[in-house]
């Protein structure tokens, strides 16, 4: 994406939540978003997913400029290259595990197999919850699902937007090694906003965010401590 901004509202009531942002995301690597409420890391992962429109700037998925596209083009790039794990925007209520992992292939016209489905929730461990509909899962079951829906279709990028924040530690560290898996034997690529420098340590790259853009660049190997130190650092130094 280049010199990106997004500005909210008009006039007095206007807030910038993305100013001249200019960044990149490797195909086949794991970046983390970090930075304060309110620095605008959710901002640009709708913008750079193509869910929401910068206000100027341009934003290129793969050689395709998503302002040239219309709703319509929009929606069916998001469909066949994009998978979305946010807390918010997960799984639809009235279908059962299997038929959310099977959705996006079927909306494609490309249905995985039985087998197929059975093998994404199998990764995830939830080989026997295929049956069972969102509100009969966990939290952290449903974001499973949501996970092998990302793996099933294997789209070019991941999105996820806090993707543990309502997780246990245990259940946690299952979903990131599973987005760290799909990076690595599956050379898809993942973005992901996280307030947590344990979930950050697992990407290979840390963007640092503040006041509607990039202030830093952290390249791992990380541990939760190295990152901690290095945001603590960063916050210490004057403006
Ligand atoms: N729809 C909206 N209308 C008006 N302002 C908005 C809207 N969405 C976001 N903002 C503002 O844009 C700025 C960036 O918001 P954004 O959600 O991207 O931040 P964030 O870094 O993801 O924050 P958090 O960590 O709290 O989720 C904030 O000041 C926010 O209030």
Redesign the pocket.
């Known amino acids: 994406m280049w010199s990106v901004s997004?500005v909210?509202?008009s006039g007095a009531?206007?807030?910038?939540?993305?100013n001249n942002m200019t960044t990149s995301f490797r195909a086949g690597t794991f970046t983390a978003?970090m930075?304060?409420?309110?620095?605008?890391?959710?901002?640009?992962?709708?913008c750079a997913a193509g869910l929401d429109r910068p206000t100027s700037g341009k934003i290129l998925v793969g050689d395709v400029d998503l302002s040239t596209l219309d709703e319509t083009q929009l929606t069916l790039l998001r469909r066949d290259r994009i998978g979305f794990v946010f807390q918010s925007f997960n799984l639809v209520s009235a279908l059962t595990a299997e038929q959310n992992v099977a959705l996006p292939g079927r909306l494609a016209g490309k249905a995985p197999s039985r087998e197929q489905v059975n093998a994404a929730l199998a990764e995830v461990g939830l080989a026997r919850r295929g049956g069972h509909r969102p509100s009969e899962l966990s939290g952290g079951e449903q974001q499973r699902v949501a996970v092998a829906r990302a793996l099933i279709s294997r789209p070019a990028a991941v999105f996820a937007?806090?993707p543990t924040g309502a997780l246990d530690t245990k259940t946690s560290r299952d979903v990131l090694a599973l987005l760290r898996n799909i990076v690595d034997r599956h050379q898809q690529t993942v973005i992901m906003?996280t307030?947590d420098p344990s979930a950050a340590a697992y990407a290979d790259r840390v963007l640092l965010?503040a006041d509607?853009r990039v202030t830093d660049e952290l390249y791992g190997p990380f541990t939760a401590e190295s990152i901690a130190t290095a945001m603590a650092n960063r916050q210490e130094q004057p403006c």
């Open positions: 997004k909210y509202g009531q206007s807030v910038t939540a993305l978003v930075g304060p409420s309110g620095s605008g890391k959710s901002t640009l992962l709708h937007d806090e906003v307030h965010m509607g």
